[in-house]
Nanobody
């Protein structure tokens, strides 16, 4: 089970830090996705079980993904937020053999005005 927190409303240029806490250990590939109204869900960032990170171009230099294995928690630090970052953000964990994430959180709303 994955539970996100940290969403909210912020003005453009502001910051938010999302958290995703798992009921078990998170020693697998992890990721953050987002879905804006009327748009398809898109991958924002991933961190592999080896610690390798990746970001979509539009958030590079602004967002940072990290994890704390001791707390079974995944984070997404979001700085210099833009209105186009407004979306529901979902965390995801552990890929299946096809590379798709298996476990998903319920989502947390981020609104940038």
């Amino acid at each position: 089970q994955l539970v996100e927190s940290g969403g909210g409303s912020v003005q453009a240029g502001g910051s938010l830090k999302l958290s995703c806490t798992a009921s078990g250990n998170m020693r697998c590939d992890l990721g953050w996705y987002r879905q804006a109204p009327g748009k398809e869900r898109e991958l924002v960032s991933t961190i592999s079980r080896f610690g390798t990170t990746a970001y979509r171009d539009s958030v590079k230099g602004r967002f940072t993904i990290s994890q704390d294995n001791a707390k079974n928690t995944l984070y997404l630090q979001m700085n210099s937020l833009k209105t186009e970052d407004t979306a529901v953000y979902y965390c995801a964990a552990c890929r299946d053999q096809r590379g798709n994430f298996v476990y998903w959180g319920q989502g947390t709303q981020v609104t940038v005005s």
